[in-house]
């Protein structure tokens, strides 16, 4: 039975696929059938996901032996690349969220792309966005990446849909392009997608390097042949290569680096982190989808997927792993210290995402690989519920906006009004209440409200494993990133949903449409309940009653790939710690913002009391303009010297060149002519009319006649057989 | 099986090579796809005779002179409509006066 | 009684007579063949007296009664008045085509008889593609009618060389698809287990009730075959004037006139074989000598319909003929063809109970009946139509 | 040793009836003889034991090619008449040419060794040629048919009255 299951493995990334050939070439000038199309395909993809998944864990001796199906693809020589779907249980969870994420965002779309305040009415028929189908195409593509993605056997193939999804996630960013701002610093949709595009390309690249050199070392990419294979890690770590300025390095950590520099790049991790708050630019369910629930947590995937590799790579040198926990941990406080000041609504949320990969990333790098993964999944749920729910929010601000200026209530005596703006907003729990309680459970969920939250426990497990690991750097950065965390998500809420309404625009917000609602309920139950999968074993009480089982499939499948998953005991130390800092973080945030509401126009008391610090917050540390100035600039500068020098020196030479081939030509000109050119001019015809004249007569027009030169000549052939 | 292999296919050398007489030298085209019927003829012939005599477990041999077949009615119902087209434009189809193809 | 054990004590008299086993076997074949002969020209007299019986009758006539009791010497005398009448070669004509063409059309008639069982195992020659057979000498029948209608250089007989072609070459096609049908059923392309696999009590497990539709298809188009009304546009009197044998007198035309009740006979006993369950019926397995009893009653009752037929219809035009080959019988085989293939197949890959698969055969046959029968129907209510509407039309609607 | 006679007798008649369809001046006694050929290779296939080609090659050939061929001869030709100068000029190197070829290739078959085996044709032939039909050679066969379906239009395609 579960056989015949898995067989469809390889259906799951189809239907979507075929979606977006369908609305592409078929159904585009129909927006409400294609959107009826890309659902129904990614609602028949979340029913053969969640299909394979619970057929996965209804059966965990399944882990021993992972399902997989192949069939030859490029033959290479002697290699021959294989395409093929494997399951096991880090592709069973991933399938379980990404499926489950991808049919609520998609449906909550079909409600949310109605027409967008900056455009003009005068375009507007139906009320749907004019690039309605053109979305759903996208998103239907994307959806063909990430499912890909999971299901793929080999990393050429994990490559070709990362790089799909990375296609996908320009053009939804863009998908606004012709949006522009009066404010000519503030990047444009069209801005951000190149910017996303060509940050995560750097990325990409050594990721690419790191495939080829994985490839010429193991000669596949088949994720059981190259993880199964202990002999092969264990020369992979002790070979070493030479390497300039670093030294010798072995191949392990070589490829271990390179490909995570893929995962910086796609999970926005520091230093690549810059295109993801810009990525907000994009429609908001494309925030929620591909900029928090899957494609930046493909990084922390591929890392998950790599564990084996990464594993190897720190026997020998302890390198690898300490620079995935570096980078981590220090991108999850970095981003969280930027989010205490921003102002938008999803930059908020999205430096929150940078944050919480970096949490993922610290897991991968001190080892707690089950950890990273549960709070992957975890962190899907809610971050998508906080995504849609601020799509909510802005939205029901937009329609607020309209309908105060119908009424004549204006406020844009400002000029430009911002939606996305947190303290443009207000007491929206009582405007909004669906969305304003399914956010706050995000928002509970991602400060890690401790026991009733799914956040809680996936965070807590991390904690516990740098605490339990004595990784105690990383433990305290995670453990401040926690506490900031927890003071930025309620000092969202508490900026958007508490007090009373700073302007028209929220004063008249609508409840969203029922499209839209009923998605973010669905995440909300999930976001609440989904950590229960993770709760410690021996965790009073609960521990008990919840056993543990996701942690259970996914040791199986450490002891399957020989990773360490020794279960960690539970200890109340860290746990808590991490209890004290998110409530605290709560506590504070509850004193600064939600004791006292802001009223309108009342600045934030925080650039009050942080004074300077704020403002480098606020402006990111100034790392766009840093990157302006290192890379943007020189590349500039670059590009006007060389054009300079282009116009200076090489059109001179070229102007020189070109003058003495006039003189050159003039002078030789007639001699050469009369003498040469036609000559030869005239041979040639003389030769071709002559040789056409002879060969003519070989060409009679009649069949019989070349027959029997055919006939002749096989003769001659035979003759000649013998003399051989 | 008193019979040699070697004469059957002399038999069809010799009915080939009638055959390609046909084509080379009968004016009339008609003629000549005869001849070229022929030729399918003898080579039908030596397909038999080496599946007799040497692989008569495995019918290949049979099964591509049924191929031939399939050949020869396709060739002979298309030639056949060429050539009365061709008869009803030119008023001919003897093939040294159709040589429409020469420069 | 068996037939088979007559020739078998013939065989071991000869070679009791110490004759060389060569020519036993020469001897045996030869006996065999003359007996033949002798059947098949015994038979076209008896033929030729039956049928302007029963045209008669059908016609309110009383047919042949002038010669011999009830007229039974007639096709005889017939015969003496063909022999002694002038031998015509016309001037123009192709000498040797023209001699050859009935001796062809005879011996293609005769070639048939090897293979039809007229008992279990009776058969002249008892061959493992009997049925390709039977279908290759047909096909030669076609060659001599052309040849014929060549050689005379009559226009008259050109015409019916052409008719012949078009006519002969068209059902040739339908006709070869529906004797595949029972080829399918019994897995053999040899008649006498194609005959031996229609057992049944009572003549139930004849192919004719499993598969109605598939014999109505081969009667018509036999009907065609045999050059019979209402398909009888080879020779027909009063368009080309007898056709491709128009020149023809004397002993020349009695080969043809020959050819033509034989090859009729033949056709009624090759759907005798392949439907009407052959030597097939009551008590025949423990006296097989029955077999030639029920053969020949079988194979007259069904010429007895071919006389029916042509005493009653009139004849069709040539575009009639042509678009009912085409645009039913061509169809309707294939269909019934491909249904039967699927039906066996899948009986035999789901060993289902050999009823079931003959239930499904009939319900596919009167499935395909029905839908050509509709489709005709909505034809000629729509030419019915069409005629009320303008009394004139100047175009019919193509079928 | 019957076999041997039996051959040389049917072979000969068969050359001879090839020679007739090329050397006949009048096209129609050309098809006859081609008939003829037709007929003696359908009796070669019998004698090499290929029963069902035997037959097939009479339905066909016979039946369908041959008719095809006099229903052409009959209707581009003037029938009545008969054919002038049935040979183009190369005639005379072509049959020098066609008969050094058959010397050659005579030559070289009576040099060439054969690894004759002598088993008996399988009983169920024509069940396996139905099976190699849809087994192995499936797509050969399907092309083939596909190659008729086009020949079919083609040639009606071709032979239509242009202004009709």
Same mark, same amino acid.
């Given at each position: 039975m579960s056989d015949v299951i898995f067989n469809l493995t390889w259906l799951i990334p189809l239907p979507t696929a075929l979606a977006f050939f369908a609305i592409i070439l078929f159904a585009n000038p129909k927006k409400r059938l294609s959107s009826n199309i890309a659902i129904g395909a990614v609602v028949i993809a979340w029913i053969l996901s969640w299909a394979v998944a619970i057929t996965f864990f209804v059966n965990p001796e399944l882990t021993e032996h992972p399902f997989a199906l192949h069939v030859p693809w490029l033959p290479m020589g002697g290699l021959t690349f294989h395409m093929g779907v494997a399951v096991d249980a880090v592709t069973a969870g991933m399938l379980f969220m990404v499926g489950f994420v991808l049919t609520m965002i998609f449906i909550y779309s079909s409600g949310y792309m109605t027409f967008p305040g900056h455009l003009d009415p005068s375009l507007n028929t139906d009320g749907l966005d004019p690039r309605y189908s053109r979305f759903f195409a996208y998103i239907s593509l994307f959806a063909t990446g990430m499912l890909g993605l999971v299901v793929a056997d080999n990393l050429l193939m994990l490559f070709i849909f990362w790089e799909l999804m990375g296609l996908c996630s320009y053009l939804l960013i863009g998908f606004w392009f012709e949006k522009s701002y009066p404010d000519p610093s503030q990047i444009t949709p069209k801005q951000a997608g190149l910017k996303a595009f060509l940050t995560t390309r750097v990325g990409d690249v050594l990721f690419m390097m790191g495939l080829i050199f994985l490839f010429i070392q193991a000669n596949t990419l088949n994720f059981q042949d190259i993880f199964g294979n202990t002999a092969f890690l264990e020369e992979l770590a002790t070979s070493t290569v030479n390497l300039p300025f670093f030294g010798s390095v072995s191949w392990a950590v070589l490829i271990s680096i390179l490909i995570f520099?893929?995962?910086?790049? @796609?999970?926005?991790?520091?230093?690549?982190?810059?295109?993801?708050?810009?990525?907000?630019?994009?429609?908001?369910?494309?925030?929620?989808? /591909?900029?928090?629930?899957?494609?930046?947590?493909? *990084?922390?995937?591929? /890392?998950?997927?790599?564990?084996?590799? #990464?594993?190897?790579?720190?026997?020998?040198?302890?390198?690898?792993?300490?620079?995935?926990? =570096?980078?981590?941990? #220090?991108?999850?406080? =970095?981003?969280?210290?930027?989010?205490?000041?921003? @102002?938008?609504? @999803?930059?908020?949320?999205?430096?929150?995402?940078?944050?919480?990969? *970096?949490?993922? =990333?610290?897991?991968?790098? /001190?080892?707690?690989?089950?950890?990273? /993964?549960?709070?992957?999944?975890?962190?899907?749920f809610f971050k998508a519920l906080l995504f849609l729910g601020s799509g909510s929010v802005i939205h029901g601000v937009e329609h607020g906006r309209h309908h105060a200026h119908e009424h004549g209530h204006d406020d844009e005596h400002e000029g430009y009004f911002d939606p996305q703006d947190m303290f443009n907003m207000g007491g929206l729990l009582k405007r909004m209440p669906i969305t304003g309680w399914t956010f706050i459970v995000g928002a509970a969920s991602l400060s890690a409200v401790p026991i009733i939250t799914a956040g809680f426990w996936s965070k807590d497990e991390i904690l516990a494993h740098a605490w339990h690991g004595g990784h105690m750097a990383v433990f305290w950065t995670l453990a401040i990133a926690a506490f900031l965390t927890a003071f930025y998500t309620f000092r969202q809420v508490f900026l958007t949903f508490f007090g009373k309404p700073r302007t028209e625009a929220a004063a008249h917000a609508p409840e969203s449409v029922r499209a839209m609602t009923w998605p973010l309920i669905a995440l909300a139950v999930f976001a609440f309940a989904g950590g229960f999968v993770a709760v410690p074993k021996d965790f009073p009480g609960f521990g008990a009653i919840f056993s543990d089982y996701m942690l259970h499939l996914l040791e199986l499948q450490g002891e399957l790939y020989h990773l360490e998953v020794a279960p960690i005991p539970f200890s109340w130390t860290p746990a808590l710690i991490s209890m004290t800092l998110a409530l605290g973080g709560i506590a504070v945030a509850w004193l600064v913002y939600g004791r006292k509401p802001l009223a309108a126009g009342e600045a934030d008391p925080l650039r009050g009391w942080l004074g300077p610090v704020y403002t480098v917050l606020e402006h990111k540390y100034y790392f766009d303009e840093l990157y302006h100035f290192i890379v943007v600039r020189p590349a500039m500068w670059l590009a006007s010297f060389f054009a300079r020098f282009d116009r200076s020196v090489i059109d001179r030479i070229v102007n020189w060149v070109g003058a003495f081939g006039r003189w050159l030509a003039s002078t030789l000109r007639r001699w050469f002519d009369e003498y040469v050119i036609d000559g030869a001019v005239n041979g040639v015809g003389l030769v071709t009319t002559w040789t056409g004249a002879v060969v003519r007569l070989v060409q009679t027009g009649q069949v019989q006649n070349y027959l029997l030169i055919l006939l002749l000549s096989v003769v001659v052939l035979l003759l000649l057989l013998p003399l051989r | 099986m008193t019979v040699p292999l070697t004469w059957y296919l002399i038999f069809a050398t010799a009915l080939f090579s009638i055959g390609f007489f046909a084509v080379l030298a009968r004016r009339n085209a008609i003629a000549v796809l005869m001849g070229v019927e022929l030729m399918l003829n003898a080579v039908n012939v030596n397909l038999v005779a080496f599946w007799r005599y040497l692989t008569p477990e495995d019918l290949s041999g049979q099964i591509f002179v049924v191929f031939v077949f399939a050949v020869a009615a396709a060739e002979a119902a298309v030639g056949l409509a060429l050539m009365i087209s061709i008869y009803r434009t030119r008023k001919t189809i003897n093939v040294d006066e159709i040589n429409e193809l020469r420069l | 009684m068996d037939l088979r054990a007559i020739g078998e004590s013939f065989i071991a008299w000869l070679q009791g007579l110490g004759i060389p086993d060569g020519w036993v076997l020469f001897i045996n074949w030869l006996v065999g063949s003359v007996l033949i002969l002798g059947l098949a020209l015994t038979l076209a007299l008896a033929l030729i007296w039956?049928?302007?019986?029963?045209?008669?009758?059908?016609?309110?006539?009383?047919?042949?009664?002038?010669?011999?009791?009830?007229?039974?010497?007639?096709?005889?005398?017939?015969?003496?008045?063909?022999?002694?009448?002038?031998?015509?070669?016309?001037?123009?004509?192709?000498?040797?085509?023209?001699?050859?063409?009935?001796?062809?059309?005879?011996?293609?008639?005769? %070639?048939?008889? &090897?293979?039809?069982?007229?008992?279990?195992?009776?058969?002249?020659?008892?061959?493992?593609? +009997?049925?390709?057979?039977? %279908?290759?000498?047909?096909?030669?029948?076609?060659?001599?009618?052309? %040849? &014929?209608?060549?050689?005379?250089?009559?226009?008259?007989?050109?015409? +019916? +060389?052409?008719?012949?072609? &078009?006519?002969?070459?068209?059902?040739?096609?339908?006709?070869?698809?529906? %004797?595949?049908?029972?080829?399918?059923?019994?897995?053999?392309?040899?008649?006498?287990?194609?005959?031996?696999?229609?057992?049944?009590?009572?003549?139930?497990?004849?192919?004719?009730?499993?598969?109605?539709?598939?014999?109505?298809?081969?009667?018509?188009?036999?009907l065609a075959?045999?050059?019979?009304?209402?398909?009888?546009?080879?020779?027909?009197?009063?368009?080309?004037?007898?056709?491709?044998?128009?020149?023809?007198?004397?002993?020349?035309?009695?080969?043809?006139?020959?050819?033509?009740?034989?090859?009729?006979?033949?056709l009624s006993a090759i759907a005798t074989t392949l439907f009407l369950g052959g030597w097939q019926g009551p008590f025949v397995d423990k006296i097989p000598a029955l077999g030639v009893v029920y053969f020949f009653a079988k194979t007259f009752f069904m010429f007895f319909l071919f006389a029916w037929v042509r005493a009653t219809f009139p004849r069709l035009r040539i575009d009639q003929m042509m678009a009912f080959c085409w645009k039913v019988l061509v169809p309707m085989g294939l269909a019934l063809l491909l249904g039967a293939a699927i039906i066996v197949k899948m009986g035999a890959e789901m060993s289902w109970p050999g009823y079931m698969t003959n239930v499904l055969l009939l319900v596919m046959n009167i499935v395909v009946l029905l839908v050509m029968l509709s489709l005709l129907g909505r034809y000629t209510r729509t030419l019915s139509e069409t005629k009320n509407k303008r009394l004139f039309a100047p175009e019919l609607p193509r079928l | 040793m019957v076999g041997q006679i039996l051959f040389i007798i049917v072979a000969a008649i068969t050359l001879l009836m090839a020679l007739g369809t090329v050397v006949a001046r009048n096209l129609f006694h050309a098809a006859l003889f081609l008939v003829g050929v037709f007929f003696g290779i359908a009796v070669l296939f019998i004698m090499l034991e290929a029963e069902f080609l035997g037959a097939a090659q009479i339905i066909i050939y016979i039946g369908a090619i041959a008719t095809l061929i006099v229903f052409a001869i009959m209707l581009s030709k003037n029938v009545m008449g008969k054919e002038a100068g049935a040979y183009n000029r190369q005639w005379y190197l072509a049959m020098g040419g066609v008969v050094f070829f058959f010397l050659l290739m005579g030559w070289l078959l009576i040099q060439m060794p054969f690894a004759q085996v002598s088993a008996e044709v399988p009983a169920d032939a024509i069940s396996q040629i139905g099976q190699g039909f849809v087994g192995h050679f499936v797509v050969p066969f399907e092309v083939a048919s596909v190659l008729l379906l086009v020949a079919l239009v083609g040639a009606i395609m071709l032979a239509r009255e242009r202004n009709s």
């Open positions: 520099w893929g995962a910086i790049g @796609k999970s926005a991790q520091f230093p690549l982190h810059v295109w993801l708050p810009d990525a907000m630019e994009g429609p908001t369910p494309v925030s929620a989808l /591909i900029h928090a629930a899957t494609m930046v947590s493909a *990084g922390v995937y591929l /890392i998950v997927r790599m564990s084996p590799v #990464f594993v190897a790579a720190s026997e020998g040198v302890n390198g690898a792993m300490t620079f995935v926990a =570096f980078i981590g941990a #220090f991108t999850a406080l =970095f981003a969280a210290t930027i989010a205490v000041a921003q @102002k938008d609504i @999803k930059r908020v949320l999205a430096y929150s995402t940078i944050s919480q990969l *970096g949490y993922m =990333f610290a897991a991968l790098g /001190i080892g707690a690989w089950v950890a990273a /993964i549960i709070h992957l999944l975890i962190h899907a | - | 039956l049928e302007r019986k029963l045209a008669g009758r059908i016609q309110d006539r009383l047919g042949p009664n002038r010669v011999g009791p009830y007229g039974l010497i007639q096709p005889i005398a017939d015969a003496l008045k063909l022999l002694t009448k002038e031998d015509i070669t016309p001037a123009e004509a192709d000498r040797i085509t023209y001699n050859l063409a009935p001796i062809i059309a005879v011996f293609h008639v005769l %070639m048939l008889f &090897a293979v039809i069982p007229f008992a279990d195992q009776v058969v002249g020659a008892n061959i493992n593609v +009997g049925v390709l057979y039977l %279908m290759a000498f047909g096909a030669l029948g076609t060659m001599a009618m052309l %040849m &014929a209608g060549w050689a005379s250089r009559n226009k008259y007989a050109l015409l +019916g +060389g052409f008719r012949v072609v &078009a006519q002969l070459l068209s059902y040739e096609i339908p006709i070869a698809l529906v %004797m595949m049908i029972p080829v399918l059923l019994v897995g053999s392309l040899n008649l006498n287990d194609i005959a031996s696999g229609q057992g049944g009590l009572f003549g139930l497990g004849w192919f004719v009730w499993i598969m109605p539709a598939a014999f109505l298809l081969y009667f018509i188009a036999a075959e045999g050059e019979r009304a209402p398909f009888d546009l080879l020779e027909a009197e009063s368009e080309i004037v007898a056709g491709y044998n128009i020149e023809y007198s004397a002993m020349k035309f009695a080969w043809f006139y020959l050819a033509f009740f034989l090859n009729t006979w033949i | -």
